[in-house]
């Protein structure tokens, strides 16, 4: 949890004491529903929350943006994310009913009334967002494949509607084909952990 704190200084009393709170409800379902690696779970804060929140020091999204989180598995990036920005939508998707059950439940324990699940594959979703996110669901021409026509064309925010990856390992062989407009950037750039040295994040605007 300090290391939330140490990258998020402005954090409210309450996304603090909520993102404290979150180690304990996700330990209790992890022992139920295996939603993170058990062997990871000590790095729970750096390696899920933090990692999530990547995303935060790259934009900051403003009121009322509407933010779609593909195979979200546990919850995130979507739910720390939603933690960060109160004030926008989080639709949080994935097609295993048993994590989202993991979701509506931690949802509800900290009245995070701008969250909502849904079970559906991402091809068969038919909704318009701002942004979409995901954590590495799918190799990145696929993933772009299934998300494109859900990105609306309208933008609010300081940079272009469009998809937001977070990605580990080399990426270059599977971006090649968007290189004339995607934008890599380095996680490490804003957390100086090794764990994300390798880390990238892979922006790509709507066309």
Known sequence: ???????????????????????????YWNEKINVISRKDFSNFYKHHVLHSLAIAKFIKFKKNTRI?????????????L????PECEFLLIDSIKK???????????????????????????KG????????????????VDWVADKIDEHS?????NGIIYLKGGNIYNETALFADRL????????F????????????????
Do not use: W
């Open 1 to 27: 949890m300090e290391l939330i704190k140490k990258y998020f200084p402005e954090l409210t009393d309450r996304q603090i004491y909520i993102f404290r709170k979150l180690f304990t409800s996700y330990k």
């Open 82 to 85: 939603a933690i960060m920005f």
């Open 156 to 160: 609010n925010n300081s940079i272009p």
């Open 99 to 125: 994590k989202l059950k993991v979701i509506e439940s931690i949802k509800d324990e900290f009245d995070l009334q701008n969250i909502s699940t849904m079970q559906v594959r991402v091809e068969q979703y």
């Open 68 to 80: 779609l989180d593909v195979g979200t598995g546990g919850g995130f990036p979507g739910i720390p």
């Open 183 to 190: 934008k890599i950037i380095d996680v490490n750039r804003f």
């Open 192 to 207: 100086s952990e090794d764990f994300f040295e390798t880390k990238k994040i892979l922006y790509l605007p709507i066309q």
């Open 128 to 143: 318009k967002h701002d942004f979409i996110v995901s954590r590495a669901v799918q190799k990145f021409p696929v993933f």
